[in-house]
């Protein structure tokens, strides 16, 4: 589905499934694929709509060298929420969280419930006492804009695609998979920079008033678990979970267990 909103701008939507609707947020460098094995657990009973942010899919393009701004993709996912209806269900994974954070913190109360699944929220971890797991995934994040920098592609993908999924990932990718990855690269970096800049303190989310279910995955980095952890801490009206035996790509990797997670979590709105 292509919805247009904000004078011509276009968003790409997958748009499957019956029931109350729920919109599903990608992270960094997937787009609104990652969640297809997802959608097919919960379509006999949820709405899904899958948008895919600016520069991915058929959504509008990203300029070309500039930095992504989150008012921008916050404008695209407030156009898909109106669409889908209430009461609507908002989904994130790593980038995708923190921008279901935010729109719920620039919409107080819209919201039936949120999960946040992995969060990469790193403006919650430059606090006094953070240091640590700020230094992990930035040494990480400059190594893949520095990469970016010195247009080797290839190397900024490797680094970040080892990070999250493990060594080796990225060399386990065929070369035929790896071509649309390619494609998307230049929206990845401008995304990649924007988490990196983000100054969010933790304490602005602690007035989201939704349920919240944060989840952690099993087998994810130190600093994915503390910024879950402070999120946890400061959300009102949330708690947590693990998805045991997962990595940060468990919406791929363990979607029927994601799903059955979400399905119970959501029974208990009734």
């Not at 499934?17 to 006999?44: E, K, N, T, Y």
């Not at 386990?172 to 990845?188: D, E, N, S, T, Y």
């Amino acid at each position: 589905m292509l919805l247009n909103y904000d004078s011509g701008l276009t968003a790409d939507v997958i748009d499957i499934g019956q029931g109350p609707p729920v919109l599903l947020i990608h992270s960094a460098g997937m787009g609104a694929a990652q969640w297809r094995v997802f959608m097919r657990a919960l379509a006999d009973e949820r709405r899904c709509l899958a948008p895919n942010l600016r520069g991915y899919g058929r959504s509008s393009a990203w300029p070309e060298g500039c930095a992504a701004e989150i008012g921008a993709e916050i404008a695209l996912l407030e156009s898909v929420a109106d669409h889908a209806g209430t009461p609507l269900s908002v989904v994130g994974h790593s980038m995708g969280a923190w921008l279901a954070l935010e729109l719920a913190r620039r919409r107080p109360r819209r919201y039936a419930s949120l999960a946040l699944i992995e969060p990469v929220v790193l403006g919650t971890l430059r606090a006094q006492g953070e240091e640590a797991p700020l230094a992990e995934v930035g040494a990480m994040i400059e190594d893949v804009l520095a990469a970016f920098a010195r247009a080797d592609i290839a190397a900024a993908m490797e680094r970040f695609t080892d990070y999250w999924y493990g060594a080796g990932a990225w060399a386990a990718i065929p070369l035929a998979q790896r071509m649309p990855i390619f494609a998307r690269a230049g929206k990845m970096r401008a995304d990649v920079e924007a988490v990196w800049r983000d100054r969010t303190p933790v304490a602005a989310f602690a007035g989201i008033g939704e349920r919240t279910l944060v989840l952690s995955a099993e087998r994810t980095t130190p600093a994915a678990r503390r910024m879950a952890e402070l999120l946890a801490g400061v959300l009102p009206k949330a708690r947590r979970a693990t998805i045991a035996g997962a990595g940060h790509m468990a919406p791929i990797t363990h979607a029927d267990a994601l799903a059955a997670a979400l399905k119970e979590f959501w029974a208990e709105e009734a």
